[in-house]
């Protein structure tokens, strides 16, 4: 069995997710004994939350330099949290209980999901799917991403949809006639699965 990662899942996230997810990082992370001399101080880490946090709030009239500004903000706090991660996966050596107290969500091995996990259908109209994960008592939410035209090079190509509570979700403005990649993980009380392996759809 493989050991556990930390899960680099918040690359993906929605800006707003972001912030929430950053700060809770650095309130795990603040007084952790099983991480006292991270690569990234966490006040550097948590003036790189503020802005991108500022910057959002300032993006929101839609001006051009704003949002310029606002992005470059994302790049910069995400990239501290991605040092940070990786810091938590040196430290961790594996462990699942240190990965936890991080604050990071967890890969675990083996992945709760297998190939017949998720379905992809035709939703009420065009330009809509409907994604149906099968349902897991144990789950807390679920995690949802997609990508259009062809399956990324890359892991931070794939575009984050939402998290929810339920096993379903219908999402709205694709593009007809394009085909579309899905893939969702669930959380439970040992961390975040592994995302299953894409399922393709053509949009009606």
């Not at 190939?115 to 409907?130: F, M, N, Y």
């Not at 062809?150 to 709205?172: A, G, M």
Request: hydrophobic fraction near 40%; proline fraction near 4%.
């Amino acid at each position: 069995m493989k050991q556990a990662k930390v899960l680099f899942d918040f690359v993906l996230f929605a800006l707003n997710l972001k912030v929430i997810f950053f700060r809770t990082v650095l309130l795990r992370l603040t007084g952790n004994p099983f991480f006292t001399d991270p690569d990234v101080s966490l006040n550097d880490a948590k003036i790189a939350t503020d802005l991108l946090d500022n910057a959002i709030q300032a993006s929101q009239d839609g001006g051009h330099t704003a949002i310029s500004i606002m992005h470059d903000y994302d790049k910069s706090a995400t990239l501290i949290f991605k040092n940070l991660a990786h810091y938590v996966e040196r430290l961790s050596n594996g462990e699942e209980t240190k990965i936890l107290s991080s604050g990071f969500n967890m890969r675990k091995q083996p992945a709760m999901f297998n190939k017949e996990i998720l379905a992809v259908t035709d939703g009420p109209h065009s330009g809509s799917a409907k994604l149906t994960a099968l349902a897991n008592p144990r789950a807390g939410s679920y995690y949802w991403k997609m990508c259009k035209g062809q399956l990324p090079e890359k892991e931070s190509d794939w575009v984050f949809i939402t998290v929810t509570t339920q096993s379903s979700y219908r999402i709205e403005g694709l593009d007809p006639g394009v085909y579309y990649y899905f893939t969702v993980a669930i959380t439970t009380p040992e961390g975040l699965s592994d995302f299953c392996p894409a399922v393709k759809k053509l949009i009606n």
